[in-house]
């Protein structure tokens, strides 16, 4: 079965940098493309940036050139370093996994997901 867990969520001023981890166990994940979701409160879960199994990647609009997704296959571990962080980005951050083949975007094509980590930006 497979596991996603994230970590290193937490508190950070407005302007200050975050480094999420997603560590998977059960299998390898390494053809799998590898999201980063994140659901503020009271709206719906959305999709903040991919990267598929030969490193391409795409980000949502709202995050692009302040984010930056990248994997590790040798330890099955996937990452995404946060920085210029704003109040806007204040969520729980899920990562997720898709045996689909290219760069997926949507909820409805992950296959595997972590139960989140919250991250907070103050102003």
């Known amino acids: 079965q497979v596991q996603l867990v994230e970590s290193g969520g937490g508190l950070v001023q407005a302007g200050g940098s975050l480094r999420l981890s997603c560590a998977a166990s059960?299998?390898?994940?390494?053809?799998?493309?590898m999201d980063w979701f994140r659901q503020a409160p009271g709206k719906e879960r959305e999709f903040v940036a991919v990267?598929?199994?030969?490193?391409?990647?795409y980000y949502s609009d709202s995050v692009k050139g302040r984010f930056t997704i990248s994997r590790d296959n040798a330890k099955n571990t996937l990452y995404l370093q946060m920085n210029s962080l704003k109040p806007e980005d204040t969520a729980v951050y899920y990562c997720?996994?898709?045996?689909?083949?290219?760069?997926?975007?949507?909820?409805?094509?992950?296959?595997?997901w972590g139960k989140g980590t919250l991250v907070t930006v103050s102003s």
């Open positions: 990267i598929n199994w030969i490193g391409d990647t």
């Open positions: 059960g299998r390898t994940l390494n053809r799998y493309a």
């Open positions: 997720a996994a898709s045996a689909q083949l290219g760069l997926v975007v949507t909820t409805g094509g992950m296959n595997y």
